[in-house]
């Protein structure tokens, strides 16, 4: 077996973290995921590894003990549909799969950094602070909030998370994320719009406190995302659940002028009323907390929205055929 094995490797936050394995000269690395779309395919293609397994074959591998030791595991597989609604699906694949993989981990002397999820944090009502003491009252909107809030709860009552690193990505984008549908990021599935079309679409605010455009996300490019997680890897007396997002909340309206100026063309902003099956699970605000992570010695600095989008346009985005 490798020295390291991600999970999730093909996706959006799992790509990055191989890649910059690779960038460390690391290849000695199994990637495990379910390539369902040629996104992921093309995620695989720029990256160096020893082997990929299916991941239906990996859990079957791993339930009878044919999985050797390894240095590290990255577990970022997981259905993140925040519309899925089948609960006994998102309970085995994200909660159960979760459980089983960091235990495996613990026993074999692996290093455990695993996803958790912003969605923990539901409306944002009691703040997004990721102290222990926190954590037991959260109320996430949809059920792909609870099955990450679900692993945190068991990993907190079984005393796991001084061993082990939880890391709550908020609104992550950037490159390898094409295969993600929906769930991609309006900076992904708006870039070919504005180019053809000129303008952007966001969704109109139906809360009087927000004006349309002005509900705000923490944003955090996924290149940073996984030096956070790269570092939790390096620190393995930093443990516990992290946050991950810049620490600063940024409107849509400020995500598309960064749009509109990486491509070099005037601001054409228009809104759409949101679906109502979306209105009652619609987060406003998010913003991380980022003094835990701060105190446990992360020196990884975030980039300014702008220079995010710059990159990711520029260099990415635009190169694509």
Request: glycine share 14%; hydrophobic share 35%; proline share 4%.
């Given at each position: 077996m490798s020295r390291?094995?991600?999970?999730?490797?093909?996706?959006?936050i799992g790509s990055n973290i191989v890649e910059k394995l690779n960038n460390r000269g690391e290849t000695d690395i199994t990637v495990v995921d379910h390539l369902n779309h040629p996104g992921k395919q093309r995620n695989l293609d720029r990256l160096k590894f020893t082997r990929y397994v299916d991941r239906a074959e990996?859990?079957?591998?791993?339930?009878?003990?044919?999985?050797?030791?390894?240095?590290?595991?990255?577990?970022?597989?997981?259905?993140?549909?925040?519309?899925?609604?089948?609960?006994?699906?998102?309970d085995d694949n994200n909660t159960a799969y979760t459980q089983d993989l960091c235990q495996w981990s613990l026993e074999h002397g692996a290093r455990f950094v695993y996803a958790s999820s912003a969605?923990?944090?539901?409306?944002?009502?009691?703040?997004?602070?990721?102290?222990?003491?926190?954590?037991?009252n959260l109320q996430p909107l949809n059920l792909y909030g609870w099955s990450k809030q679900k692993f945190d709860l068991w990993a907190l009552r079984e005393g796991l998370l001084d061993k082990?690193?939880?890391?709550?990505?908020?609104?992550?984008?950037?490159?390898?994320?094409?295969?993600?549908?929906?769930?991609?990021?309006?900076?992904?599935?708006?870039?070919?719009?504005?180019?053809?079309?000129?303008?952007?679409?966001?969704?109109?605010?139906?809360?009087p406190d927000y004006a349309d455009g002005e509900q705000d996300r923490d944003f955090v490019y996924v290149k940073d995302a996984a030096e956070v997680t790269l570092w939790l890897y390096d620190h393995p007396e930093a443990n516990g659940l992290f946050n991950c997002g810049t620490g600063k909340a940024r409107t849509w309206l400020d995500l598309a002028h960064a749009m509109f100026?990486?491509?070099?063309?005037?601001?054409?902003?228009?809104?759409?009323?949101?679906?109502e099956s979306l209105r009652p699970r619609y987060q406003y605000h998010t913003e991380a907390d980022m003094r835990k992570l701060r105190a446990a010695g992360c020196d990884v600095q975030f980039r300014p929205l702008e220079e995010s989008v710059r990159d990711y346009i520029g260099n990415h985005l635009s190169k694509q055929e």
């Open positions: 390291f094995i991600v999970t999730g490797g093909a996706g959006l990996f859990r079957k591998a791993f339930r009878r003990g044919a999985v050797a030791a390894v240095d590290g595991v990255f577990h970022l597989g997981a259905c993140s549909s925040t519309t899925e609604t089948d609960e006994a699906y998102l969605a923990t944090y539901g409306d944002g009502s009691l703040g997004y602070s990721d102290s222990d003491n926190v954590t037991p082990i690193a939880g890391v709550k990505y908020f609104n992550v984008f950037g490159p390898g994320e094409d295969h993600k549908g929906d769930m991609r990021s309006v900076v992904n599935k708006s870039y070919t719009g504005i180019m053809d079309t000129g303008f952007i679409s966001l969704f109109k605010s139906h809360r100026s990486a491509i070099g063309t005037e601001p054409d902003i228009r809104f759409t009323p949101m679906p």
